[in-house]
């Protein structure tokens, strides 16, 4: 039942890329798995890898994340099983000392907290979260500083879940605590604001901790508990995917409200809700997400991100260009493009000039200064590869990389291989490519489209807009109205949009919200996240960009 009761073998990493100082990093340790036992570990590991990075929202941000396994032997197989809690009374020798029962509900999974986190620390000093994988098929798992599942049926579910209360502070939004039917105490939530990000007693709209993905038309509260004694049994009276306030969660029947009607923080095998995706892609990611180019274009800083502190990152640039893979920026005399490499200075020489780069998620494209060919960075020194022809815009970002022709300006996808592009649409007035498609304004700004991702088929999604920005945060993407240069959040379905604020001379979309640029270009502005509400964060600024920086 101690550390005595096993060793630590050592660690190992087998999943991600991104530099240990700069990722998010999950590990997983073994319990209850004998010397035998630990390829038995190794493939619940290998289960894991795959459930996360197929998984939204993982499957558009693995690049930051990194994963190691710990494996460590145990005397017993198994954990402790309390008869207390309605278990069999079975003890186990194990290293973390597992044990089902917590709290007297047998499902809720413990370990030794004190000795899991510092086995983590040990062998992964930089770990973000650590979650105990236990060896045994009862049904059961436990969030909180350290997160633990067993290898019942559906185990990775049980994994994804708890990594939510683990690594992003996400409550649990099923509104009942041992939901056996009979408990008592939890009719109504005590009076106070929860402080995790996914549920809440408030339904103002303007007030709102998720506001930014509620749809104007959404009633609010979106369902209510007629009978506070029972949980809520109304099935949803919106279409799935609806964010709004239901009635019912932290435990509690009646006065605490979660986002959608279903969502993996209440019922396994269900797609987390676009507010948990939202907290995911914001926590996961551990780099700034936003730089500025000074009005004299003397200097690049780089948002520290709270209140109005930025840090000098660099000198003089033309142009800024950002994206999941990271910064680049052009020198203003010589066109050369420069790579951030992460601290203040330190910037290193990739290329020479282009008429345009774009970054992406892997990458970053250039346009040769004549147009005649678009270029792909290899990755090392100043090497590029030709991957294809002539072209008048690239666009790029997570979804891929696209460019038009300049001739009749119509729309093609690069496919991944030199000259291998496929034709997907006709002309437009801009495009902008968002984590998980492209997007398009017409050729006389009349109307936004969507591709569908097949063939040459796109769908409208609003009316007339002067200009489109796209990035991780919400839905991914916002616009301007033309008229007046108001800006609108697409809610996700077609001419479904929210108005986010007033004109600004540019946008940048982060992972954890968007950044305008003030009309006078005079101060840099965050969205508060709710109503149109939002923070000066800097002052003056020639232009902004924002991507894994």
């Not at 990271?326 to 282009?354: C, E, F, H, K, M």
């Not at 090497?383 to 696209?402: M, N």
């Given at each position: 039942m101690t550390t005595s009761d096993g060793s630590v073998l050592g660690s190992t990493q087998i999943h991600g890329t991104a530099p240990r100082n700069r990722a998010f990093t999950i590990v997983l340790l073994a319990d209850g798995f004998t010397s035998t036992q630990q390829t038995d570990f190794d493939n619940a590991c290998t289960d894991f890898v795959t459930a996360l990075t197929t998984t939204a929202p993982y499957d558009t941000i693995g690049r930051p994340i990194n994963i190691w396994r710990i494996n460590v032997t145990s005397t017993d197989s198994g954990a402790d099983d309390p008869a207390s809690a309605g278990g069999t009374g079975a003890t186990a020798a194990t290293y973390f000392d597992s044990t089902f029962g917590g709290n007297g509900i047998r499902r809720l999974l413990l370990c030794n907290t004190t000795t899991v986190l510092q086995t983590a620390a040990v062998q992964v000093p930089e770990f973000t979260a650590a979650i105990v994988v236990v060896n045994s098929t009862i049904y059961g798992g436990g969030g909180g500083s350290v997160g633990a599942y067993s290898l019942a049926g559906g185990a990775t579910e049980i994994a994804l879940h708890e990594l939510g209360h683990t690594a992003y502070k996400l409550a649990d939004e099923y509104p009942c605590y041992a939901c056996d039917g009979v408990e008592t105490g939890h009719d109504v939530h005590p009076l106070g604001e929860p402080t995790e990000p996914n549920v809440t007693q408030n339904t103002a709209r303007d007030t709102l901790k998720w506001g930014w993905a509620v749809a104007p038309t959404t009633d609010l509260p979106t369902t209510s508990n007629p009978n506070c004694p029972t949980v809520d049994p109304q099935s949803s009276p919106v279409p799935t995917g609806t964010v709004g306030c239901f009635e019912g969660a932290h435990y509690y029947h009646c006065d605490a409200f979660r986002p959608e009607y279903d969502c993996k923080m209440k019922s396994l095998s269900t797609p987390f809700c676009q507010v948990c995706r939202q907290v995911i892609r914001t926590k996961a990611k551990v780099t700034k997400n936003l730089c500025a180019l000074t009005p004299s274009r003397d200097a690049v800083y780089l948002y520290d991100g709270s209140g109005d502190s930025w840090t000098r990152i660099?000198?003089?640039?033309?142009?800024?260009?950002?994206?999941?893979?990271?910064?680049?920026?052009?020198?203003?005399?010589?066109?050369?493009?420069?790579?951030?490499?992460?601290?203040?200075?330190?910037?290193?020489?990739?290329?020479?000039?282009?008429?345009?780069?774009?970054?992406?998620?892997?990458?970053?494209?250039?346009?040769?200064?004549?147009?005649?060919?678009?270029?792909?960075?290899?990755?090392?020194?100043?090497?590029?590869?030709?991957?294809?022809?002539?072209?008048?815009?690239?666009?790029?970002?997570?979804?891929?990389?696209?460019?038009?022709?300049?001739?009749?300006?119509?729309?093609?996808?690069?496919?991944?291989?030199?000259?291998?592009?496929?034709?997907?649409?006709?002309?437009?007035?801009?495009?902008?490519?968002?984590?998980?498609?492209?997007?398009?304004?017409?050729?006389?700004?009349?109307?936004?489209?969507?591709?569908?991702?097949?063939?040459?088929?796109?769908?409208?999604v609003g009316g007339p807009a002067g200009h489109l920005f796209t990035g991780d945060w919400g839905r991914g993407l916002v616009a301007t109205n033309p008229d007046n240069g108001d800006l609108y959040t697409y809610m996700g379905t077609p001419d479904s949009w929210r108005y986010t604020g007033g004109a600004g001379a540019s946008f940048a979309v982060a992972t954890d919200t968007v950044y305008g640029l003030s009309p006078g270009s005079d101060a840099v502005y965050s969205f508060d996240g709710f109503g149109s509400s939002w923070t000066r964060v800097g002052g003056p600024a020639y232009s902004i960009a924002a991507g894994n920086i």
């Open positions: 660099g000198g003089p640039a033309g142009q800024l260009f950002t994206g999941a893979w990271g910064l680049v920026a052009t020198n203003p005399d010589t066109g050369d493009l420069y790579r951030y490499l992460g601290s203040p200075d330190n910037w290193q020489y990739i290329g020479g000039p282009g008429a345009s780069f774009a970054v992406s998620a892997d990458t970053v494209y250039g346009l040769s200064p004549g147009s005649d060919a678009v270029y792909s960075y290899d990755g090392f020194d100043n090497s590029w590869t030709r991957i294809g022809g002539p072209a008048s815009r690239i666009f790029a970002g997570v979804w891929g990389l696209v460019a038009t022709n300049p001739d009749t300006g119509d729309l093609y996808r690069y496919l991944g291989s030199p000259d291998n592009w496929d034709y997907i649409g006709g002309p437009g007035a801009e495009f902008a490519v968002a984590p998980d498609t492209v997007y398009g304004l017409t050729p006389s700004s009349d109307a936004v489209y969507c591709y569908d991702g097949f063939g040459n088929s796109w769908t409208r």
